[in-house]
């Protein structure tokens, strides 16, 4: 069993300059030991955390002994999302508009510098995972072997903005912020096909509803009661917030990450959509051929890399092996 560690930071400067006292970074350790085995990053999505294995295990068919992302063989690190409150209450975020993905990237940096490791085997994460994986190798383009970001990309679409705006005014307007909110998004990260697939228009008999909206409603509920408004407002904020050429050379940046890159879509991804990403594969391939697009077929949408393990799998296998 591998237990919550935390690292604090004081006066820790964010991108905006505004210098927040205390940062805590929470994290778990699976595998071998820091130090003895090559270092995999995991970064978790919006309501993910650092339990990445194990019965509540948000990757758990991905992560473990003898898996994909062999323990016996990896050292796999999972940071906490400064206030996502993971089995700590009080370590909430209350600005949550002074921070970026490029401060959260940073903040995964000094970490691993604490435990004085200079180079990563991997960085994988889905969704605002993989957008952290992206500023990270932006700010140390040299530092990562495999970058792995999984449906995701390095800069916010406006259909992404627009959605985080609509999460925003939710959470901020409803009288059930967090249980209205996680039933919007998860139309979001679903598809028609993938809902009518699962309900086929099915009554919910008993109460007159229809199965759908009972499933929407269980999400809603389920989310409430594990999750924190600050830390769902940060989350969904952080989102909008990623772009690799902020305030940077756009040629410059992909031409300086030395990494191998990975980029995996879903083909019906509504949230980060698989044309974006192959855009920027495409914009990649211009200045470097050590990169590489996947794409995973579903019709479960922005989930599927929480659902379509075999592929996922047989995506990295010839990665971690």
Same mark, same amino acid.
């Given at each position: 069993?591998?237990?919550?560690?935390?690292?604090?930071?004081?006066?820790?400067?964010?991108?905006?300059?505004?210098?927040?006292?205390?940062?805590?970074?929470?994290?778990?350790?699976?595998?071998?030991?820091?130090?003895?085995?090559?270092?995999?990053?995991?970064?978790?999505?919006?309501?993910?955390?650092?339990?990445?294995?194990?019965?509540?295990?948000?990757?758990?068919?991905?992560?473990?002994?003898?898996?994909?992302?062999?323990?016996?063989?990896?050292?796999?690190?999972?940071?906490?999302?400064?206030?996502?409150?993971?089995?700590?209450?009080?370590?909430?975020?209350?600005?949550?508009?002074?921070?970026?993905?490029?401060?959260?990237?940073?903040?995964?940096?000094?970490?691993?510098?604490?435990?004085?490791?200079?180079?990563?085997?991997?960085?994988?994460?889905?969704?605002?995972?993989?957008?952290?994986?992206?500023?990270?190798?932006?700010?140390?383009?040299?530092? *990562?072997?495999? +970058? /792995?970001?999984?449906?995701?990309?390095?800069?916010?679409? &406006?259909?992404? %903005?627009?959605?985080? #705006? *609509?999460?925003? +005014? /939710?959470?901020?307007?409803?009288?059930?912020?967090?249980? &209205?909110?996680? %039933?919007?998004?998860? #139309?979001?990260?679903?598809?028609?096909?993938?809902?009518?697939?699962?309900?086929?228009?099915?009554?919910?008999?008993?109460?007159? #509803?229809?199965?759908?909206?009972?499933?929407?409603?269980?999400?809603?509920?389920?989310?409430?009661?594990?999750?924190?408004?600050?830390?769902?407002?940060?989350?969904?904020?952080?989102?909008?917030?990623?772009?690799?050429?902020?305030?940077?050379?756009?040629?410059?940046?992909?031409?300086?990450?030395?990494?191998?890159?990975?980029?995996?879509?879903?083909?019906?991804?509504?949230?980060?959509?698989?044309?974006?990403?192959?855009?920027?594969?495409?914009?990649?391939?211009?200045?470097?051929?050590?990169?590489?697009?996947?794409?995973?077929?579903?019709?479960?949408?922005?989930?599927?890399?929480?659902?379509?393990?075999?592929?996922?799998?047989?995506?990295?296998?010839?990665?971690?092996?």
């Amino acid at each position: 069993m591998s237990y919550i560690q935390k690292i604090v930071f004081e006066d820790f400067q964010l991108q905006n300059g505004v210098l927040q006292s205390k940062v805590i970074l929470s994290y778990q350790l699976f595998g071998q030991s820091i130090g003895t085995a090559p270092l995999v990053l995991v970064n978790h999505a919006l309501t993910g955390n650092s339990q990445v294995i194990g019965e509540n295990g948000w990757w758990e068919s991905l992560i473990g002994e003898q898996k994909t992302i062999n323990t016996n063989k990896y050292t796999v690190l999972v940071f906490n999302i400064p206030g996502n409150g993971y089995q700590d209450e009080n370590n909430l975020i209350e600005n949550y508009q002074d921070f970026t993905t490029y401060d959260i990237a940073n903040l995964f940096w000094k970490g691993i510098d604490s435990f004085k490791v200079n180079q990563v085997f991997a960085v994988i994460g889905g969704s605002l995972g993989g957008a952290i994986a992206w500023e990270m190798a932006a700010i140390r383009p040299k530092a *990562i072997a495999n +970058l /792995i970001p999984v449906a995701t990309n390095w800069k916010a679409s &406006d259909w992404l %903005i627009g959605n985080v #705006l *609509i999460q925003d +005014l /939710i959470l901020n307007n409803s009288k059930n912020p967090i249980h &209205d909110a996680r %039933i919007h998004a998860m #139309l979001l990260y679903r598809t028609p096909e993938s809902l009518q697939d699962k309900f086929n228009t099915k009554l919910q008999s008993a109460e007159g #509803l229809f199965q759908v909206e009972s499933w929407l409603l269980h999400h809603g509920e389920k989310l409430q009661n594990r999750f924190q408004l600050s830390a769902y407002k940060l989350m969904n904020h952080l989102l909008k917030t990623t772009d690799i050429f902020r305030n940077r050379n756009q040629s410059e940046v992909i031409k300086n990450i030395t990494s191998n890159i990975h980029l995996v879509s879903v083909d019906n991804d509504y949230f980060f959509t698989a044309n974006e990403i192959k855009t920027a594969f495409q914009e990649i391939k211009n200045y470097k051929n050590n990169a590489f697009y996947h794409e995973i077929k579903s019709i479960h949408g922005h989930d599927a890399f929480l659902i379509e393990f075999e592929q996922l799998n047989n995506i990295l296998k010839p990665i971690f092996n």
